[in-house]
């Protein structure tokens, strides 16, 4: 399963308290709450607010019509080549995350979005990386293109390296070792994945754990995987059963089956 990314502002010592808040609410999976804080009537933060009302949708699989209501007031409000392609990324990721939930098949939207934003974001512009992270989840999950996802993430991984976006980074950590994982390569997958976790648990982003521990799970033998999967479904609990999707890998063997 494949998640959004946004940016970290908030997550370090220093930042501006409103976004120091709004990352708290956010990484414990409240996201209304966080939207709730950013004027809805400034194109930066109501751009924000559609972004969580997105990732709300991908994360929850719910808040459809909130989060459209959101993206159409960010994009009346855009100004410049940077936003407008900011608000075409967000559409893209919510028509992708549709089509992805089987709520609609949304997914040559998704990809006219994308493109939209790629002629709109400039190459090594801060919103590039992001865009080529997305531009990979539909190579990956829609298209089932697997080495052109990997090079997009590549492109996002270097992205977010060079802007100091330590949230993305854990984002395409988790999915180049993904990949990885599928080709076979276990020490490759399994350090993609530790440093996902790693840099997911020093941020304090609570929804994006548990997915991440299930996954470091996939590489590991017993008892560490059992360990690392006991540990997700406290998370999961905790947060209310969010991400709705990890229930499906979290739910415990049938009584009498076979495990390795």
């Not at 390296?161 to 990949?179: E, K, N, V």
Request: glycine share 8%.
């Amino acid at each position: 399963m494949a998640h959004s990314a946004m940016s970290g502002n908030g997550t370090t010592a220093g930042d501006d308290p409103l976004q120091t808040a709004v990352w708290r609410l956010r990484s414990r999976a409240c996201w209304a709450d966080a939207a709730a804080l950013l004027p809805a009537d400034v194109p930066a933060t109501a751009l924000q607010r559609a972004a969580l009302f997105v990732e709300r949708c991908l994360y929850t699989e719910r808040g459809w019509e909130e989060a459209e209501d959101a993206l159409r007031t960010a994009e009346a409000l855009a100004h410049g080549d940077e936003e407008r392609g900011a608000a075409a990324c967000e559409r893209g990721q919510l028509a992708y995350a549709s089509t992805l939930h089987g709520v609609r098949d949304r997914a040559d939207e998704a990809r006219a979005a994308l493109g939209r934003a790629a002629a709109l974001i400039p190459p090594g512009a801060a919103g590039r990386a992001l865009l080529d992270f997305r531009r990979g989840l539909l190579a990956e999950n829609l298209s089932r293109s697997p080495q052109a996802a990997r090079a997009a993430y590549r492109r996002a991984h270097a992205g977010a390296a060079a802007h100091a976006d330590p949230l993305l980074l854990s984002f395409t950590w988790r999915h180049l070792a993904g990949l990885a994982l599928r080709d076979g390569e276990l020490a490759e997958a399994r350090h993609g994945f530790a440093e996902s976790l790693r840099i997911r648990e020093e941020l304090g982003y609570l929804v994006g754990t548990a997915p991440a521990l299930v996954s470091l799970a996939d590489t590991e033998s017993e008892p560490e995987a059992g360990r690392l999967r006991e540990e997700a479904r406290r998370l999961f609990r905790l947060l209310g059963g969010v991400p709705t999707w990890l229930s499906r890998q979290l739910a415990p063997p049938a009584p009498g089956a076979a495990t390795a």
